[in-house]
Antibody
Framework: EVQLVESGGGLVKPGGSLRLSCAASGFTFSNAWMSWVRQAPGKGLEWVGRIKSKTDGGTTDYAAPVKGRFTISRDDSKNTLYLQMNSLKTEDTAVYYC?????????????????????WGQGTLVTVSS | DIQMTQSPSSLSASVGDRVTITCRAS??????LNWYQQKPGKAPKLLIY???SLQSGVPSRFSGSGSGTDFTLTISSLQPEDFATYYCQQSYSTLVTFGGGTKVEIK
């Protein structure tokens, strides 16, 4: 079964740091381009950033509001994606989802550079407040 | 960044209605356009990818069309389980962007 499970959310003060994790299973994680997407309370979806597979260079891209404060990394030996969030602001309060694009044959599912987001994790809530 | 504009932002419709949601990109994105459905408290669900391809397991009453800058999501006959918020998303640019969402409510 394909699964993404986020963890690490919680309450943090403005200026603080938090690290989110996303454990992946059921597909070839090492080949997948992984993204974080967030959703502030009552608002729409906002892409946070992406990390490419190591085969494709392992580089990262970030949305302007988080660039320089957030860092995405991956540990392919643990099938785990991370989001390190520093200098947190109240406007970073949101549910954070990890997501990727995969292709499933009749027998297996494969990560890669796919231009859609499916599957998604269940999300983890980050609240930045004093 | 490529801006994605959805319209309307909300609509009221009845079961059995044909519903159309539009999404406009600030520049041409070819067919790099996906549609998602999100229900309260749940993660988004992929409905349509590459502008017009139906994701496996999604009912055939959902369809997508368009290319370039103008795209449409159509629900041919609205069902009770379709009341939700719908988002478009472009993957043409390195920096991914979503539309603001369209909330489909019961009339």
């Amino acid at each position: 079964e394909v699964q993404l499970v986020e963890s690490g959310g919680g309450l943090v003060k403005p200026g603080g740091s938090l690290r989110l994790s996303c454990a992946a299973s059921g597909f070839t994680f090492s080949n997948a381009w992984m993204s974080w997407v967030r959703q502030a309370p009552g608002k729409g979806l906002e892409w946070v950033g992406r990390i490419k597979s190591k085969t494709d260079g392992g580089t990262t891209d970030y949305a302007a509001p988080v660039k320089g404060r957030f860092t995405i990394s991956r540990d392919d030996s643990k099938n785990t994606l991370y989001l390190q969030m520093n200098s947190l602001k109240t406007e970073d309060t949101a549910v954070y989802y990890c997501t990727t694009g995969i292709y499933c044959s009749s027998t297996s599912c494969y990560g890669g550079r796919y231009n859609w987001f499916d599957p998604w994790g269940q999300g983890t809530l980050v609240t930045v407040s004093s | 960044d490529i801006q994605m504009t959805q319209s309307p932002s909300s609509l009221s419709a009845s079961v059995g209605d044909r519903v159309t949601i539009t999404c406009r990109a600030s520049q041409s994105i070819s067919a790099y356009l996906n549609w998602y459905q999100q229900k309260p408290g749940k993660a988004p669900k992929l409905l349509i990818y590459a502008a017009s391809s139906l994701q496996s397991g999604v009912p055939s009453r959902f369809s997508g069309s368009g290319s370039g800058t103008d795209f449409t999501l159509t629900i041919s006959s609205l069902q009770p389980e379709d009341f939700a918020t719908y988002y478009c998303q472009q993957s043409y640019s390195t920096l991914v962007t979503f539309g603001g969402g369209t909330k489909v409510e019961i009339k």
